[in-house]
Nanobody, 119 residues
Framework: QEQLVESGGGLVRPGGSLRLSCAAS????????IAWYRQTPGKQRELIAK???????TYVDAVKGRFTISRDNGKKTVSLEMSSLQPEDSAVYYC?????????????WGQGTQVTVSS
């Protein structure tokens, strides 16, 4: 059973940077599409970036140019580099993995990590 573990959240001042990591455990990691979501109280979880097994990445407009998603298949980790952070980026950030086989799709969530942008 895959387990995703996020780390790197914390408190940062506006304009600052933070790096989140998502660590997986299974050997199939290189085939995963990994996505980062974020959620604030009372709102739906929002997809902000994802990267597939071919290293293709996509971003929502709100983070494009400020956030960078990358993966290290050898370490089974995906990182989210966040810069020029603003208070509206404050949220719980979740890592999500999708793994598709011929007959089934597996999905996994991490436990989330809090990011707070405040002066």
């Amino acid at each position: 059973q895959e387990q995703l573990v996020e780390s790197g959240g914390g408190l940062v001042r506006p304009g600052g940077s933070l790096r989140l990591s998502c660590a997986a455990s299974e050997d199939a990691f290189s085939y995963y599409t990994i996505a980062w979501y974020r959620q604030t109280p009372g709102k739906q979880r929002e997809l902000i970036a994802k990267i597939n097994g071919f290293w293709q990445s996509t971003y929502v407009d709100a983070v494009k140019g400020r956030f960078t998603i990358s993966r290290d298949n050898g370490k089974k980790t995906v990182s989210l580099e966040m810069s020029s952070l603003q208070p509206e980026d404050s949220a719980v950030y979740y890592c999500h993995a999708t793994y598709e086989t011929l007959d089934r799709t597996y999905t996994y969530w991490g436990q989330g990590t809090q990011v707070t942008v405040s002066s």
